[in-house]
């Protein structure tokens, strides 16, 4: 990750000896065009302390999500916290990004509203205790109609610690129930936490 981020950098491409072959003779390899900035949108997954740590340390951006490892608590948003300050610590300036399994059904049918009511029953008994030998804490699902979900999201802790939400869509599920998911989030959702939509830009013809 970090031979990755530095060739980002534009640094050499592999060990010293590494070269390519070109009409003016052997050559260090680089990434070429250099892109500016590009360095700046690394997003590093944390579910430790020990990897937030290590993630604002080396200077990426961090993901957290609704997994992450009980780390002196059996409490999510507790543990989610700690995580989020101790990324902090180590780099204040970077993005912070939270990531959270949500399903509107404001546009579902009757058969749909269950089946997503079902998949969340389904997973709810994880969230109650820490799973397995890594004590791995999970954040219950994010269901319901827009406003049951809006509700759910301001009352949530970590939400106003981090710059950006991310919308995790669950597995299993149909193209056309992602297409519905997705539409009543852009539509009903994320308008009320502060998201516009950019204007359509269309190439010339």
Do not use: C
């Amino acid at each position: 990750m970090l031979r990755f981020a530095d060739n980002l950098r534009g640094t050499y491409l592999g060990d010293e000896p590494t070269s390519i072959k070109t009409p003016f003779g052997p050559q260090r390899p680089r990434l070429q065009p250099y892109a500016k900035g590009l360095i700046d949108r690394i997003w590093y997954g944390g579910g430790s302390l020990r990897s937030a740590e290590w993630a604002g340390r080396n200077g990426f951006n961090l993901l957290t999500g609704n997994l992450i490892t009980g780390e002196g608590t059996d409490d999510f948003f507790i543990a989610q916290s700690r995580l989020i300050e101790t990324y902090r610590t180590a780099d204040t300036h970077r993005r912070v990004a939270l990531g959270r399994v949500i399903v509107p059904f404001d546009s579902a049918d009757a058969a749909t509203r269950r089946r997503y009511r079902d998949y969340a029953d389904g997973r709810h008994e994880r969230t109650l205790s820490p799973q397995g030998e890594r004590r791995t804490l999970f954040a219950r699902d994010v269901l319901g109609t827009s406003d049951e979900i809006l509700e759910q999201l301001f009352a949530d802790p970590i939400l106003p610690e981090v710059s950006e939400l991310r919308l995790e869509l669950p597995y299993e599920f149909e193209h056309e129930e992602y297409r519905q998911i997705l539409h009543d989030f852009v539509t009903l959702i994320a308008p009320e936490l502060g998201w516009k939509a950019q204007p359509e830009i269309r190439a010339a013809s």
